[in-house]
Protein backbone atom coordinates (compact mmCIF):
# COMPACT_ATOMS: atom_id res chain seq x y z
CA UNK A 1 0.00 0.00 0.00
CA UNK A 2 0.92 3.44 -0.72
CA UNK A 3 0.22 6.78 0.17
CA UNK A 4 0.67 10.62 -0.33
CA UNK A 5 0.14 12.85 2.18
CA UNK A 6 0.44 16.67 1.70
CA UNK A 7 0.95 19.33 3.88
CA UNK A 8 1.58 22.96 4.21
CA UNK A 9 -1.44 24.40 2.58
CA UNK A 10 -3.39 27.58 3.98
CA UNK A 11 -4.60 31.55 3.92
CA UNK A 12 -1.64 33.80 2.40
CA UNK A 13 -1.83 37.46 0.95
CA UNK A 14 -1.06 38.19 -2.45
CA UNK A 15 3.02 38.34 -2.77
CA UNK A 16 3.14 36.31 -0.31
CA UNK A 17 4.81 32.70 -0.31
CA UNK A 18 3.64 28.96 0.64
CA UNK A 19 5.93 25.65 0.90
CA UNK A 20 3.80 22.19 0.08
CA UNK A 21 5.12 18.99 0.57
CA UNK A 22 4.19 15.37 0.00
CA UNK A 23 5.62 12.26 1.61
CA UNK A 24 5.20 9.10 -0.08
CA UNK A 25 5.24 6.05 2.25
CA UNK A 26 4.49 2.28 1.67
CA UNK A 27 6.69 -0.44 -0.36
CA UNK A 28 7.89 1.92 -3.01
CA UNK A 29 10.09 0.52 -5.63
CA UNK A 30 11.02 3.21 -7.81
CA UNK A 31 9.51 6.31 -8.11
CA UNK A 32 9.39 7.56 -11.79
CA UNK A 33 8.17 11.02 -11.65
CA UNK A 34 6.33 13.17 -8.96
CA UNK A 35 4.26 16.59 -9.47
CA UNK A 36 1.87 19.13 -8.42
CA UNK A 37 -1.13 19.50 -9.84
CA UNK A 38 -4.46 21.94 -8.57
CA UNK A 39 -7.97 22.19 -8.83
CA UNK A 40 -9.83 25.36 -8.84
CA UNK A 41 -13.44 25.28 -8.09
CA UNK A 42 -15.42 25.04 -11.94
CA UNK A 43 -12.14 24.34 -13.37
CA UNK A 44 -10.46 21.34 -14.66
CA UNK A 45 -7.44 19.94 -12.67
CA UNK A 46 -4.11 21.11 -14.03
CA UNK A 47 -0.29 20.25 -13.81
CA UNK A 48 1.74 22.65 -11.91
CA UNK A 49 4.99 21.33 -11.98
CA UNK A 50 6.38 17.87 -12.49
CA UNK A 51 9.78 16.69 -11.65
CA UNK A 52 11.55 12.92 -12.81
CA UNK A 53 14.05 10.92 -11.15
CA UNK A 54 16.23 12.19 -12.84
CA UNK A 55 16.03 15.44 -12.23
CA UNK A 56 14.23 17.35 -15.30
CA UNK A 57 11.11 19.51 -14.28
CA UNK A 58 8.58 21.22 -16.04
CA UNK A 59 6.44 24.21 -14.97
CA UNK A 60 2.75 25.51 -16.61
CA UNK A 61 3.75 28.95 -17.85
CA UNK A 62 1.78 30.79 -15.29
CA UNK A 63 3.78 29.73 -12.04
CA UNK A 64 7.36 30.06 -14.08
CA UNK A 65 9.76 31.98 -12.29
CA UNK A 66 7.56 31.71 -9.05
CA UNK A 67 7.16 28.10 -8.07
CA UNK A 68 9.77 25.25 -7.32
CA UNK A 69 9.93 22.34 -7.30
CA UNK A 70 11.84 19.71 -5.72
CA UNK A 71 12.50 15.96 -4.15
CA UNK A 72 14.19 14.47 -2.14
CA UNK A 73 14.53 10.82 -3.24
CA UNK A 74 16.27 9.39 -0.31
CA UNK A 75 13.19 9.98 2.00
CA UNK A 76 10.40 9.97 -1.08
CA UNK A 77 9.66 13.85 -0.37
CA UNK A 78 8.15 16.35 -3.08
CA UNK A 79 8.21 19.86 -1.89
CA UNK A 80 6.37 22.84 -4.24
CA UNK A 81 8.06 26.08 -3.10
CA UNK A 82 5.29 28.99 -3.77
CA UNK A 83 6.34 33.01 -4.05
CA UNK A 84 4.84 35.66 -5.26
CA UNK A 85 1.30 34.19 -5.02
CA UNK A 86 -1.56 35.28 -6.46
CA UNK A 87 -5.61 35.16 -6.28
CA UNK A 88 -5.53 33.23 -9.60
CA UNK A 89 -2.93 30.66 -7.62
CA UNK A 90 -6.39 29.75 -5.62
CA UNK A 91 -6.87 25.73 -5.61
CA UNK A 92 -6.55 22.30 -4.43
CA UNK A 93 -3.21 21.31 -4.26
CA UNK A 94 -2.90 17.57 -5.24
CA UNK A 95 0.56 15.68 -5.24
CA UNK A 96 0.77 12.89 -7.14
CA UNK A 97 3.81 10.06 -7.89
CA UNK A 98 3.96 7.36 -11.13
CA UNK A 99 5.70 4.41 -9.46
CA UNK A 100 6.51 1.12 -8.81
CA UNK A 101 5.26 -0.65 -5.73
CA UNK A 102 5.80 -3.66 -4.42
CA UNK A 103 2.43 -5.66 -3.39
CA UNK A 104 1.50 -9.32 -2.68
CA UNK A 105 0.95 -10.21 -6.37
CA UNK A 106 4.02 -8.91 -7.40
CA UNK A 107 5.24 -5.40 -9.13
CA UNK A 108 2.59 -2.67 -9.34
CA UNK A 109 2.97 0.31 -12.22
CA UNK A 110 0.71 2.61 -11.46
CA UNK A 111 -0.39 6.81 -10.17
CA UNK A 112 -0.94 7.87 -6.71
CA UNK A 113 -2.95 10.67 -5.78
CA UNK A 114 -2.60 12.62 -2.00
CA UNK A 115 -5.67 14.06 -1.00
CA UNK A 116 -5.12 17.58 -1.55
CA UNK A 117 -4.33 20.44 0.44
CA UNK A 118 -5.82 23.63 0.12
CA UNK A 119 -4.17 27.08 -0.63
CA UNK A 120 -6.17 30.60 -0.33
CA UNK A 121 -4.41 33.54 -1.86
CA UNK A 122 -6.60 36.86 -0.79
CA UNK A 123 -6.47 39.75 0.73
Known amino acids: QVHLVESGGGLVQPGGSLRLSCAAS????????MGWYRQAPGKQRELVAA???????NYVDSVKGRFTISSENVKNILTLQMNSLKPEDTAVYYC?????????????????WGQGTQVTVST
Open 96 to 112: HADLIASVAAGLEYRDY
Open 26 to 33: GTILKINA
Open 51 to 57: ITSGGST
